[in-house]
Structures are given as structure tokens and as C-alpha cells.
Nanobody, 123 residues
């Protein structure tokens, strides 16, 4: 069983930056695909970014491409999401997810989820 704990959320002004972290424990999480999703109030949870177990492959949603960067440190069992040039529409709860077998953008492919961290971007 893999446990995921997100941190790094907070309140930031538009144009600012935040770095989210997701610490994984249990299982062999360093060999798992890791993804970030977000969910705004009243909306469905949507894909943000994903990184392969080796870090060699990354994918981004069009809405964050060029502004967000995903990375991982397998020695620390941690994945990061660097968020720059934040916009009010980035306001959401951000969730970390992992999968031992799936690499993709569908939330249905991920077996393990964190509890989320809130990001609020003020105009």
C-alpha cells in the first residue's frame, strides 16, 4: 500500500509561484508513475501533469504547459510540481496520484491518491 502526502499549497497573488511536494511511502513507489490532478469547487477533478518512474517522460495539460514543471527525486520518494506565473483559474485543491502500471491523463488509471493541498491564487 502506497501512502501519498502533499504539501506546499497556500495563498499567492497572480503571477506568483508555489512548489508542491508529494512524499510517497510504502510499496515500491520509486518505480511508479506519479501524477498531479486538481479540483476546483463544483468542477470535476482534472489532469495537470504526470511523470514516468524514471523521470524521462513528462506530460502536461495544455492549460499549464510552459508554466508548471513536474520533477521527482526517487532517492527521497518525492515528486514536485513547480508552479510559476500562477493565475486565479489555477485555484483548486491539488492531488498527487500514483500508479505502478499506468502512464496517462485519466484519473481512473491511478490507484493511489493523497488527501490534497489547497492552492488559492488571488487576482
Amino acid at each position: 500500500q502506497v501512502q501519498l502526502v502533499e504539501s506546499g499549497g497556500g495563498l499567492v497573488q497572480a503571477g506568483g509561484s508555489l512548489r508542491l511536494s508529494c512524499a510517497a511511502s510504502g510499496g515500491t513507489s520509486s518505480s511508479y508513475t506519479m501524477g498531479w490532478f486538481r479540483q476546483a469547487p463544483g468542477k470535476e477533478r482534472e489532469f495537470v501533469s504526470v511523470i514516468s518512474w524514471s523521470g524521462s517522460s513528462t506530460t502536461y495539460a495544455d492549460s499549464v504547459k510552459g508554466r508548471f514543471t513536474i520533477s521527482r527525486d526517487n532517492a527521497k520518494n518525492t515528486v514536485y510540481l513547480q508552479m510559476n506565473s500562477l493565475k486565479p483559474e489555477d485555484t483548486a485543491a491539488y492531488y498527487c496520484a500514483s500508479s505502478p502500471t499506468y502512464y496517462g491523463t485519466s484519473r481512473l488509471g491511478y490507484a493511489y491518491w493523497g488527501q490534497g493541498t489547497q492552492v488559492t491564487v488571488s487576482a
